[in-house]
């Protein structure tokens, strides 16, 4: 597609509910990243995957975050047992470039992001 | 990654040039500047990076000090489009691309 995107754009879901959060990157990008974002807050890195494989999870809060991208294209957030504290925008981004090597070619793009809302 | 330090927030008045500054003083040498900025609710935009040299492009220009413990993104015609959140980021090169944001500056463009 043109660009990131990201689906539902708004959820709102009861407490102790699961949701998932899908993530559609550019076509072609090896890299793809989770973002969480709280009101006022710079974004928080989550977990990222090159290709299928899950490279980094350590800024994924608890075990009740997981996250997948089984055939290395289209990825989803799950959080389970939402709490009230889960609510904020979640924010997917792809790169071209597995390696992070800088360059312009080699810039990261941002979904839209995925806004949830625990009641 | 190393930490930064920004202000949280600068005024400008339109057509004039926004110079946002930021320190990372504990930049290790294979770090480098990158710059994001994020407008209102959208996502975050990447803007430019550098190691050492000055650079620019059709957005900005990153001026990044001898010592490389400072640098500071400058909007040489600001306009009310450009007001914004803007982020300073230090990474090092490779093992992904993974981005670590602090609080940024936010910058607000004004007749």
């Known amino acids: 597609g043109a660009g990131v995107s990201q689906s539902p754009r708004y959820k709102v879901t009861k407490r102790g509910q699961d949701v998932a959060l899908r993530c559609d990157p550019i076509s072609g990008h090896v890299s793809l990243y989770w973002y969480r974002q709280a009101l006022g807050q710079g974004p928080e890195f989550l977990t990222y995957f090159n290709y299928e494989a899950q490279q980094d999870k350590s800024g994924l809060p608890n075990d009740r975050f997981s996250a997948e991208r089984p055939e290395g294209s289209i990825s989803t957030l799950t959080i389970q047992r939402t709490e009230q504290r889960d609510s904020a925008m979640y924010r997917c981004?792809?790169?071209?470039?597995?390696?992070?090597?800088?360059?312009?070619?080699?810039?990261?793009?941002f979904g839209e992001g995925s806004w949830l809302t625990v009641v | 990654d190393a930490k930064t330090t920004q202000p949280p927030s600068m005024d400008c008045a339109e057509g004039r040039a926004a110079n946002l500054p930021c320190n990372h003083s504990?930049?290790?040498?294979?770090?480098?500047v990158y710059w994001y900025r994020q407008i209102h609710s959208q996502g975050p935009q990447y803007i430019i990076h550098g190691l050492k040299n000055n650079e620019t492009n059709e957005m900005a220009s990153l001026i990044i000090t001898e010592d490389r413990k400072s640098s500071t993104l400058i909007l040489p015609h600001a306009t009310l489009r450009d007001t914004a959140v803007y982020y300073c980021?230090?990474?090092?090169?490779?093992?992904?691309?993974?981005?670590?944001f602090g609080t940024g500056t936010q910058l607000k463009v004004e007749l």
């Open positions: 980021i230090v990474r090092v090169t490779g093992g992904g691309n993974k981005l670590t």
């Open positions: 981004a792809s790169s071209l470039d597995p390696t992070g090597v800088p360059s312009s070619g080699n810039t990261i793009y």
């Open positions: 504990t930049i290790s040498g294979n770090e480098y």
